[in-house]
Nanobody
Framework: QLQACGGGLVQAGGSLRLSCAASGRTLSLYAMGWFRQAPGKEREFVTAINWSGGSTYYADSVKGRFTISRDNAKNTVHLQMNSLKPEDTAVYYC???????????????????WGQGTHVTVSS
């Protein structure tokens, strides 16, 4: 199970921090990722990190603004979002990846577990 939290309403230029806690079967995952889905759009990759070495991937649209990190002791992944823009408005989902083979192949269909989503709204 993956539990995401931390969404909310923020003005453009502001910051939010999302968290996702893994439990149960998801404790054995290779990596965690964040995806987002805006109204009327497809779900898109945001960022991912593996539990062991901390390797990361970022979508070009968030590079330099978002930072993913992991807390192995708490089985939690964080997404620090700075310099938020109205186009970052979406439902954000954390996702779990079982196989290292797909790490870096950042399609939603490659991920095995999904959290419930948390809303992020950035006002202009």
């Amino acid at each position: 199970q993956l539990q995401a939290c931390g969404g909310g309403l923020v003005q453009a230029g502001g910051s939010l921090r999302l968290s996702c806690a893994a439990s149960g079967r998801t404790l054995s995952l290779y990596a965690m990722g964040w995806f987002r889905q805006a109204p009327g759009k497809e779900r898109e990759f945001v960022t991912a990190i593996n539990w062991s070495g901390g390797s990361t991937y970022y979508a070009d649209s968030v590079k330099g603004r978002f930072t993913i990190s992991r807390d192995n002791a708490k089985n939690t992944v964080h997404l620090q979002m700075n310099s938020l823009k109205p186009e970052d408005t979406a439902v954000y989902y954390c996702a779990g990846l079982k196989s290292a083979l797909y790490f870096g192949n950042n399609y939603p269909s490659n991920y095995d577990y999904w959290g419930q989503g948390t809303h992020v709204t950035v006002s202009s």
